[in-house]
C-alpha cells in the first residue's frame, strides 16, 4: 500500500509543474534580455483570438453536453460511476434512444480497479400526463475485489477476507405520482 500515496505524491507534482513552464511564451520567458520600453510595445493577442474556456464552452454547447448528461438528449453520452462502493472512478459510454413511445438506455463503464458493469433500461409505457411509468431493467457486474468483515459492527478488521463478486440482475417497476416530475417507484425483481 504505500506505493499508492508515493505515485500520487508524483503524479500531483508532475501535473502541477508541467503546465506552469507551459504557460510562457518564448517571448515571455526571456523578458530580462528586453529593455522595459520593449516589454511595454509587445501587442496584446488579437480580439478574435478565443481562449481555452471559451473554447471548450462552444464545444460543450454544440454537443448538448449538459442536456446529454441530464438525459434530454438522444444519443452517445458519457457514463460516471454507478458502481459499487470502493471500485474506483468509473466511466463508459452510453446510447439512449426514443423507438415510438419506448425509450431505451445502455450503458457500460469500467472502473479504474477494473470493476466492470452494463445496464439496459427499457421504459415501456408512460401515460397519464407523465405520471405512470412501468420500465425493465437489466444489469450485469463484474466486480473482482469485493472485502467482507463479517456480520455486524463488531466485526473484526482481521477477519477480512475478499471474493470475486458476478451478478445478473433483472427488475421490473411500476412509478407512479400525483404530480408530474415526483415519482414513487414500486419494483419487483427476478
Not at 508515493?6 to 503546465?19: C, D, E, N
Not at 438525459?71 to 457514463?79: M, Q
Request: hydrophobic share 35%; with cysteine.
Amino acid at each position: 500500500m504505500p506505493f499508492r500515496p508515493l505515485s500520487a505524491g508524483i503524479l500531483f507534482f508532475a501535473l502541477a509543474t508541467v503546465p506552469a513552464s507551459a504557460q510562457q511564451s518564448p517571448a515571455q520567458q526571456d523578458t530580462r534580455a528586453q529593455t522595459p520600453a520593449a516589454v511595454a510595445v509587445t501587442p496584446p493577442p488579437p480580439p478574435d483570438e478565443v481562449g481555452f474556456a471559451e473554447k471548450a464552452k462552444r464545444w460543450a454547447d454544440n454537443h448538448q453536453l449538459m442536456k446529454r448528461l441530464n438525459g434530454d438528449v438522444d444519443g452517445w453520452y458519457p457514463r460516471f460511476g454507478g458502481m459499487t462502493r470502493g471500485g474506483g472512478f468509473a466511466f463508459g459510454p452510453g446510447y439512449r434512444t426514443h423507438w415510438h413511445d419506448v425509450l431505451v438506455d445502455l450503458s457500460v463503464g469500467m472502473s479504474t480497479k477494473t470493476y466492470k458493469a452494463a445496464d439496459v433500461k427499457v421504459r415501456w409505457l408512460q401515460a397519464l400526463d407523465d405520471r405512470f411509468e412501468l420500465w425493465t431493467s437489466y444489469r450485469y457486474e463484474d466486480f473482482p475485489q469485493e472485502d467482507y468483515f463479517g456480520p455486524g459492527p463488531t466485526s473484526l478488521k482481521s477477519n477480512r477476507t475478499s471474493y470475486d463478486f458476478d451478478g445478473i440482475r433483472f427488475a421490473r417497476s411500476a412509478s407512479s405520482s400525483r404530480c408530474p416530475g415526483s415519482m414513487s417507484e414500486r419494483s419487483s425483481g427476478i
